[in-house]
């Protein structure tokens, strides 16, 4: 399998914009072993943004897995996965 990796300058560019959309959205963190679930508010643009953020996260080799789901007022993203994972992508949503 090939394995689809950012160049340095390009997981620069999205942990900088993972950190301006958490700035502006993020209500809570729920973490437990091989889950995150992450809650931001359902506001203006967010919805639009969040799933072209998690759209970039996505991998076929990847060890976990994005869901998004709308709630109300809220955008949820719900990773899965291998624990180890888990929390290196819980990373970019601080």
Known sequence: MITLARSPEAQA?????????????????????????????????????LQSLVSGERSPDSRVLWTTEVQGHHLTVVITGDADAVVEAGRLLR
Do not use: H, P, Q
């Open 13 to 49: 560019a999205a942990a900088a914009e993972w950190m301006a959309f958490n700035d502006d959205y993020l209500i809570e963190r729920i973490a437990s072993t091989g889950r995150l679930e992450v809650i931001f508010a359902c506001v203006d643009d967010a919805v639009t943004r």
